[in-house]
């Protein structure tokens, strides 16, 4: 099959076609593209007349772009794209593809993106949708569904944009890298370029940098879906990116320097670093999806997997509270956020369904996961604020970050709805009723903020004024913020610490009351896309007679 793959790599392919082919015999077979909606694509000069910006404004949007820190995806190198724009401006446009043109248009939405707003729900009327949109049309000018030279990396750079727009997870975006990574699969990027193919260095470390970057936004936009990966592990051995500048190496290049080291805060770094952490978290989604029931050995295996990458996190992208990252830059702090929410939400996933059957232990390790998962965002939630540390960058609460939350949250909810039921398993390292509530009360709050934006948010934000309402018997617990609240989320507490002795599989409940006492619907959703199948009944969830009965069943 290598042979054959490489022998295809190698002979004259659609690489080289031009964006439209001729149609045979006068007229395209629309039959075979009919379902893609592709009647008439624009040309190139439409596109390039009706959208694109006069030369200042353009230089003014990639200098925004590769100004920048976590927004960009380090598979479009700085200075090889600068040339190639040069090119382009001086004439030489009927050259440009249209794969080429829609990253060039991607690179201008988000640059436009990110000079405009605040956060997704403020862009829609903005240049940033029309880039957009010119990166659509090229999309289709260059047959995207075509396997061809930077159709790959068009297709991941417009999933990239489609993604910013929106706080709530997007089909239409999971469709689209599932064709990238078709392609990229078919250019063989899936294989590393010192064993596979024939490539110069400066091409074979920016196929490094493509798939690795492809491989976590299949990873994170399926979980998003709750779908299975696109891409398998198994299936590939392509190496992680080097820690090096753009400015680092160039197509010039005979052999690449050595990286700098990971104590050097490169916008590559935590890219890097988030690929080590990957293959853990895509494993234990796996595991969470499957229709079987893990042991207490497989799942502790996957909990020592996660700790163990945890632990290879460098320390100056090691997550602090913003309070304490004051004289950080905003990338270098977002971040470790997102490394942080990585780590966390894999463990999280992987116990709550035990959680739910009664594993002491996983109880602790997914309720810690889940405090620790709200207590971070609502701290940059907090710093997003108008005269926030952060409010520069407040667009990046994306939909990856809400995802995270929301489940955070849920989680929290959940636990409190079944706590009551739980009294034999209460454990001195549990959070108490009292803070998860106090944390809740600050989730609520940026349910509320975000509710316009999303749908999704709406619904949580509902879950939780039940659940505080049913806590409020307990607490007195109201929804109206306090001091304590604000103030308790710079407190880190330890997460994640296993407990001898506390782990019970498998669970027995013979002796539990059947009347319901231990009888709950949360076990078994499918399993992590907890959002489309959790909380969209909101009456359901509470309705503790549906829930016993979806338990026995899963029993």
Known sequence: MDSIHQLRLELPNTIDEPDVEEPIN??????DHFILGLPVPLSKDTILSRYMPSQKEAEQLLGTYFGGGTFIQPFIHAQQFQREYHTFQHGQFHTASGFWLSILFSIFSIAAFVREGTGPEETAHKSSHKFHTAAGQCLVLG??????????????LYAHCKGLRSLDP??????????????AYELGYHRD???FGRFTVFEGEMRRRFWACCKQVDTMVSFQLGLPNNIILDNCDTKSPLNLLDSDFNSDVQILPQPRPESEPTPILWFIVKDRLMPVFARICQAVLSLRLKSEIQVMELDAEARKAYATIPDILRWRPVSESITDPSFLIMSRLFLELLYLKGLCILHLRYMVRGSANCILQCIQAACSIVRSIADIHYAFRPDGHLQAVSWMFNNYVMTDFLLG??????????DHRRRAYRNPMMPTLEEISLLLKRAHSICVDKSLSSTNAKKVGQAIERTLESAQSNLSVSLQPTAASVTESQQQPTIGIPVPGLTDWPIDYTDRDSS???????SDLDPFNFISNGFIDIEQFYN?????EDFNVAR
């Open 193 to 195: 370029p010192d064993n």
């Open 170 to 183: 997007s089909r239409e975006c999971g469709a689209i890298v599932c064709m990238a990574v078709r392609h």
């Open 143 to 156: 047959r995207y569904y075509d396997t061809r030279q930077n159709a790959p990396e068009a297709l991941l």
């Open 26 to 31: 006068g007229r395209e077979d629309m039959v």
């Open 544 to 548: 503790t007679d549906t829930f016993a």
């Open 409 to 418: 949250a849920s989680t929290l909810c959940l636990h409190v709805n079944l």
């Open 516 to 522: 319901s006492e231990y009888q709950f619907t949360f």
